[in-house]
């Protein structure tokens, strides 16, 4: 008997498209009967089984891609006396056995001389955001394998569009930062309502915000050095200096009173120009009343060195009307860089530009040099702008009448407040002189 090898290709095999296959084998092969005109002696009968019916009988199963098994079973052949005489069959009538091989599984492998091809491609694609997805309006969708390399597409119902709008409306579960303390003062330095104190806003100029709540007092120095032709910018040069102590007498919610005393001379010796006065020389004392208005703003009214205890005092009577408000730029207006405007009106040291004096008395005192200065008490306009960055530093530009400062100043600590503030004098009577005339100026000061 001649055995002839059939090799049948299947993808995707499913037991319905195998039992098609072989079934239009077999429709072939009773058609190539017919025409040879010889009676068909065996008939092949299909049967799809299931993968637990071919491990019971112990059926070899062709299953490729995941197919269904098919099992080959012979049908009883008529006996002889219904024959009867018909002729024996021919080689050719013979049943023929079917061979099943597995397809190859690779792109690079060939059945017959011809290349293989996938019918069934899966393509991965990015999910979406969450935000994306609660944009749509649409459904979402799902993708699942089965074992038969389906991929089968779920649809899922979307979120109500009640429920996304409950969503959005929710507040954000991101704490907001509490709104900044009221602004306040420690002399020239800024302060808060909670008691913290920051740098200085200004070198010689006072401020409108009241004074501050938690701290009592203020003990300052404050100098500058000279620069006579051809000396060095960082050399003292027989600089000067004055100190000046203040303390809040009373204050309420939004008002502050204070006094305050200053001393001239705060060294005595013939190795500065300020020396020639003995130590302690030129007491004089001063006030200060100051509002609070909302709480980045205020406005202050007082004066130093008003009542003049000796002759000896040569930094004048210093009348001031001044008001300031700041502007927190950071996280909504409610963190730092803090922004602070302050302007206003003072007399005497405050009002040493002729061109720009007004209101004067003259003749109020009768005194020669340097003392000479509260002879006459007219008014000018003064002011600073500050850029506090945080707590620690920040940087100011001062307009005094007489001087121009650009300075900037430290909060060292931040238990007990000291600062120390450094600026340079480059401007005088409204023009710019000169960087060989340029000086420098300090202040140094501690609060309890």
Known sequence: MTTERVRLVGRAGRPQ????????????????????????RAQV???????????????????????????????????????GSRAQPSASDI??????????????????GEPTTITTQVVWEPVPSNETIAEDAGSTESITVEESTTVVVEQL??????????????????????????LQALNRSIAYGDGLVGPDISWNIPNGFRWSQRW???ATIRGFSRRPEGSDFFAWNNGDANAIISANIIQTTNWSLGLNTSFRSVFQGEGAAGGTTALGEGVSSGFRIARQIGDTGGIAFGGEQI??????????????????????????????P??????????????????????????????????????????????????????????????????SILGTSLNLTGGIPMRLTWGVNFARRDQVIPADEWNWVFRASVGF
């Open 17 to 40: 498209r195998w039992l098609a296959s072989v079934g239009a084998g077999a429709l072939l092969g009773a058609a190539a009967g017919a025409v040879a005109g010889a009676p068909l």
């Open 307 to 336: 009542l003049q205890w000796d002759e000896f005092t040569d930094t004048g009577r210093n009348f001031y009307l001044m008001a300031s408000k700041g502007w927190w730029l950071g996280n909504d207006g409610k963190d730092y």
């Open 95 to 112: 049943p023929q056995t079917v061979v099943w091989e597995p397809v190859p599984s690779s792109d690079s492998e060939t059945l017959a």
């Open 216 to 218: 009592f007092g203020d």
């Open 157 to 182: 119902e979307a979120p109500p569009p009640e429920a996304l709008a409950i969503e959005q409306d929710q507040p954000s579960r991101v704490p907001e930062l509490p709104p900044p303390p009221p």
């Open 338 to 403: 803090l922004v602070i405007a302050n302007g206003g009106f003072g007399t005497t040291k405050f009002a040493q530009n002729e061109n720009l004096q007004f209101a004067c008395i003259n003749n109020v005192q009768d005194r020669e040099g340097s003392f000479a200065i509260d002879n006459n008490i007219c008014w000018g306009p003064i002011g600073s702008v500050s850029v506090v960055f945080n707590e620690w530093w920040g940087v100011f530009l001062e307009y005094n009448s007489s001087e």
């Open 45 to 83: 009968v299909w049967e799809p089984v299931t993968p637990k019916q071919a491990e019971e009988s112990q059926i070899l199963v062709p299953a490729v891609d995941g197919g269904g098994p098919v099992v080959w079973e012979p049908v009883e052949e008529p006996n002889s006396d219904a024959l």
